[in-house]
């Protein structure tokens, strides 16, 4: 079946732009979750999802990063006023929920700003 | 959740068992062990996970020592494609426990 899917799969920027980053969990995924990984390093959490509610955002760096899942399933990672330390790789995961937490990535979005 | 510490690197030949360790000496009683991979410029990759128990998949082997404070993942026949950064992770099993993910061990597979 298809995996976690996300998009861009590059994004590049300037600083002081908006930016958006998309994730597809896998279908029927009630739990997803976002990291980011700088150049070198394992994985960052940032903010996990239970539904459409945020039930953990402890990871989110600051205030200019937000993310939304309006519906459950698919989820935005949204960079304000993008800083050149924001260029990463951002992943998102998903997992089937409470009781069976083995979570799947994505291929990641990779975001420079230049 | 527990630390692990891992090597930072490792080589295998290609076609020779690739034994890969990991310590977690302060991981707790209702705590996995998990094991994930991440290939050049590709997501993490889930492998196997266990609590104490030996787990065999179509991917690998976990071998977690009776005390539980070490485990090993054992890559049978390594090949060029397996050459990767590989993480060991201990964590609960409740839902939205993050994974928190050290250096890992890189590992090198060689013709």
């Known amino acids: 079946g298809a995996g976690v899917s996300q998009t861009p799969s590059n994004k590049v920027t300037e600083k002081g732009k908006y930016v958006e980053l998309r994730c597809d969990p896998i279908s029927g995924h009630t739990a997803l979750y976002w990291y980011r990984q700088s150049l070198g390093q394992g994985p960052e959490f940032l903010i996990y999802?239970?539904?459409?509610?945020?039930?953990?955002d402890s990871g989110l760096p600051n205030d200019r990063f937000f993310a939304v899942r309006p519906e459950g399933s698919v989820s935005t990672l949204k960079i304000q006023r993008t800083e050149r330390g924001d260029s990463a790789v951002y992943l998102c995961?998903?997992?089937?929920?409470?009781?069976?937490?083995?979570?799947?990535f994505g291929p990641g979005t990779r975001l420079l700003v230049l | 959740d527990a630390k692990t510490t891992q090597p930072p690197s490792m080589d295998c030949a290609e076609g020779r068992a690739a034994n890969l360790p990991c310590n977690h000496s302060?991981?707790?009683?209702?705590?996995?062990v998990y094991w994930y991979r991440q290939i050049h410029s590709q997501g993490p990759q889930y492998i196997i996970h266990?609590?104490?128990n030996n787990e065999t998949n179509e991917m690998a082997s976990l071998i977690i020592t009776e005390d539980r404070k070490s485990s090993t993942l054992i890559l049978p026949h390594a090949t060029l494609r397996d050459t990767a950064v590989y993480y060991c992770i201990v964590r609960r099993n409740n839902a939205g426990n993050m994974l928190t993910f050290g250096g890992g061990t890189r590992l090198m597979v060689k013709p």
């Open positions: 995961a998903s997992s089937l929920g409470a009781g069976a937490e083995t979570q799947y």
């Open positions: 302060t991981i707790s009683g209702n705590e996995y």
């Open positions: 266990g609590l104490k």
């Open positions: 999802f239970q539904g459409t509610g945020a039930a953990d």
